[in-house]
């Protein structure tokens, strides 16, 4: 879509005659993704996904037609794939859009130029956004699952990657390349797969393959179905113990420690003693039914193109006790807000590009001034105590101040319903070897309707991409 048109893509233009896109939800390297409502389902939610214009890279960058091109090609081909569409571990891909007619009710512009892919709304977001968590004081912390929710978590990639690699006779297997916690989106109680970036047919890779993120990336296998094996086995120990020892594959000055430690021979060892602290640990339990025997049958060194999915399927601790549907909600919704049926993720992230942070700051509190105002009241900006943050408020009517809403201030007696907090974050960014500067938005409190988030970081991105345009 023309860059002229992205600042207008945000409240009620209609794509195909068929979707009205309600709110921007996030922005990757190449595209953009939108909740959107199909008007032809009586308003069912659905995602749609926009790919950059030339305009939106910095000059003399490549653009984003190839990947565009591919990434649509590949949209086509899976979506004929019926084992993936039907399997509950795999967003759906409903249409694959180009040259879609748009509509911009507003303005009264329209166009033929729009490419994109719609699929179905998850309103979890990604499976990392449960793994990293805001600490009470500020930042960020790990938080693990206990050992019955991985299982009922891990046992479901586990299902995907049988269908994947393990089909049934007759059918092609196929290789993603990029299974990590980032390509996994949570829906309920239920993960489900994204990105078909690289997504592709395992008969199709005549010599060595690798994994697309350093993290899950080792010299010890190069075939589709080990490197994509490998890669679950990282989300289930990241899920077991991201809490009490952190990432145990992270890249370091270009080395990946856990990586390192198996070539010593000292990883064990290693993950012995960051939870010497932490007695009845399951990863401290050995034997054939544990985690760590399961964990012991990924993370092998040799033979070379040894793992395998059924090898796995089979192992005792998958067939222990997990955590019921209920827990397993209950346990999602305590960590992230944006779960609740219907909302959108409860936060977005708007890329600043390369800025340093003194300028991402004044672009925060321009976009937050302006965003305030083109609310008309329904959004004021509150007080923050660091300069690389602020908040939105929604102040409550006269009838919700005896509802247990939070008191705001205490000197001018302001009430208010939610918060959300606008922060510039500035972090590795791993696609683009190096770092760079984001806005973040974040539901951070508040019983508001969904439609307020909604709208509140549709008001944002309009105010980022005009910056960014101007």
């Known amino acids: 879509i023309n860059a002229e048109y992205m600042g207008e893509l945000l409240v009620g233009a209609e794509v195909a005659g068929q979707y009205r896109i309600e709110a921007h939800i996030m922005s990757g390297g190449f595209g953009h993704g939108w909740r959107a409502m199909d008007t032809m389902r009586g308003d069912v939610e659905v995602f749609v996904k926009s790919f950059k214009s030339a305009e939106e890279f910095p000059p003399g960058a490549d653009t984003v037609v190839s990947k565009m ?35 911009v009710p507003n303005t009264g512009r329209e166009g033929t130029s729009f490419h994109g892919i719609v699929t179905e709304y998850c309103d979890g977001g990604e499976l990392f956004n449960y793994l990293v968590v805001p600490k009470p004081t500020g930042g960020l912390m790990g938080c693990s699952f206990t050992e019955p929710q991985a299982r009922y978590l891990f ?31 949570v829906a309920g109680d239920t993960l489900k797969l994204i ?70 021979g000292k990883f064990w060892d290693t993950v012995d003693q960051k939870l010497r602290a932490f007695p009845g640990h399951p990863l401290l339990a050995t034997g054939p039914e544990s985690v760590r025997d399961l964990l012991s049958k990924i993370f092998v060194t040799q033979p070379p193109n040894s793992l395998k999915v059924t090898e796995i399927l089979r192992h005792p601790w998958l067939t222990g006790v997990r955590a019921t549907s209920e827990e397993m909600v209950a346990e999602l919704v305590k960590r992230y807000p944006g779960i609740r049926a219907g909302a ?49 408020m929604v102040e409550a009517g006269a009838n919700d101040r005896d509802s247990g809403f939070e008191r705001m201030h205490d000197v001018d007696g302001q009430w208010v319903v939610a918060k959300f907090e606008c922060s510039i974050v500035i972090a590795f960014d791993i696609t683009k070897g190096r770092d760079a500067t984001r806005l973040r938005l974040h539901w951070k409190s508040g019983s508001v309707e969904h439609n307020d988030f909604a709208k509140l970081s549709t008001l944002v991105m309009k105010n980022v991409l005009s910056m960014h345009l101007s």
């Not at 019926?82 to 409903?94: I, T």
């Not at 007759?170 to 989106?185: A, C, S, T």
């Not at 991402?360 to 105590?385: D, K, N, Y």
């Open 69 to 103: 091109v591919e990434e649509l090609e590949i949209a086509e081909r899976i979506k004929k794939v019926d084992r993936l569409m039907r399997h509950p571990n795999v967003v759906s891909v409903l249409k694959v859009l180009r040259g879609a007619r748009i509509r």
């Open 344 to 392: 959108p993720r409860g936060t977005a992230f708007f890329d600043l590009g390369n800025r340093n942070k003194a300028d991402a700051v004044r672009v925060m509190r321009r976009v937050v001034e302006a965003a305030t105002q083109a609310s008309e009241g329904q959004f004021i900006a509150g007080p923050t105590t660091e300069d690389t943050s602020m908040v939105f």
């Open 155 to 185: 046992a479901q990639i586990m299902d995907l990657m049988a269908t994947l690699h393990a089909p049934p006779e007759g059918e092609e297997p196929y290789f993603h390349g990029d299974i990590k916690d980032q390509n996994l989106v």
């Open 195 to 264: 990105d078909y970036g690289t997504l592709s047919k395992c008969a199709d890779h005549k010599g060595p393959v690798k994994h697309m993120t350093a993290t899950n990336q080792q010299p010890f296998h190069n075939n589709c179905e080990s490197v994509d094996l490998w890669a679950a086995g990282v989300i289930l120990l990241d899920m077991l113990a991201i809490g009490q020892a952190g990432q145990l594959f992270k890249m370091r000055y270009g080395v990946n420690s856990g990586v390192q430690a198996l070539r010593a």
